[in-house]
């Protein structure tokens, strides 16, 4: 197995593995975090060296169950990909406690582990892990698994409900309000609406706007970004100044 060490890396406390990079960012809320907990460096710097090569995040690592778990707490990480066979403290007991609690029970965990008995990912799954990707494994597939869980997640923030300033929306029926005043809006405008306030505080740009929105439909043009825009806050009334053009780039929606 490859066990080199992927670039920019930096080593605290003896175990813990820190990279941060900025290429393209394919998940468009932030800058994620992803937490190994493995035992094994080999294996985090292969994995590192492989999300580094596909998107804008910060990857750092423990090397016990223990560390995870503090670090778990500490960080409150985007995903957590998790050995089972730790010294400390159990993989499992870990995916127990995390999804016992509260403030960390809707962290995803994709399992890594040589464990491959059906029992294994029976029991893994059952505590609330939402992947299981069993040893020897290939890099490539771990990114894409996590890069999936990470976008499922993604979509699930986007239904729930949001309140900003006078502007109520709530997809799960598909509803706007602005001070409790319904506003009626076509499909295309409540969703764009819904990712702009799910972004709030975030420059987006037009072209990120034609793919989420329009599915990056080739045949619109971003002058039709503008036209819905217009629409859009003429339907939102005064609560539409909330939607701020950033000249030459896109829109924000204001944070209040």
């Known amino acids: 197995m490859d066990s080199g060490v992927a670039p920019q890396a930096q080593w605290k406390n003896g175990h813990s593995l820190t990279h941060s990079f900025d290429v393209v960012d394919l998940w468009p809320d932030r800058e994620k975090r992803i937490l190994i907990i493995e035992d094994d460096p080999d294996i985090v710097n292969l994995l590192a060296l492989h999300f580094a090569k596909v998107d804008r995040l910060t990857v750092s690592s423990v090397a016990d169950g223990r560390s995870g778990l503090e670090q778990v707490r500490e960080q409150l990480p985007d995903l957590v990909i998790l050995d089972l066979a730790l010294p400390e403290v159990p993989g499992l007991d870990i995916c127990r406690i995390l999804k016992s609690r509260p403030e960390t029970q809707r962290i995803p965990i994709l399992v890594l582990t040589a464990k491959a008995e059906v029992i294994d990912r029976i029991l893994a799954l059952e505590l609330g892990a939402d992947d299981y990707v069993t ?3 290939s890099p490539r597939e771990v990114v894409l ?24 929306i709530d997809p799960s029926r598909h509803s706007v309000a602005v001070a409790g005043r319904p506003v009626s809006l076509t499909a295309v405008e409540f969703k764009l609406l819904n990712f ?5 505080g975030r420059v987006e740009p037009r072209e990120r706007l034609l793919t989420e929105v329009w599915g990056y439909d080739h045949k619109v043009e971003t002058r039709t970004i503008d036209t819905h ?10 609560a ?5 053009t950033v000249r030459g780039f896109g829109y924000r ?3 209040d």
Request: aromatic share 4%.
């Open 253 to 255: 929606f204001q944070s």
């Open 145 to 168: 698994r996590s890069k999936a869980i990470l976008r499922r997640l993604n979509r699930e923030v986007e239904d729930e409900p949001a309140t900003i300033g006078e502007i109520a």
């Open 229 to 238: 825009v217009q629409r859009l806050r003429k339907k939102l009334g005064r």
């Open 240 to 244: 539409g100044r909330l939607i701020e």
């Open 196 to 200: 702009l306030m799910h972004r709030s």
């Open 135 to 137: 040893k020897p494994f």
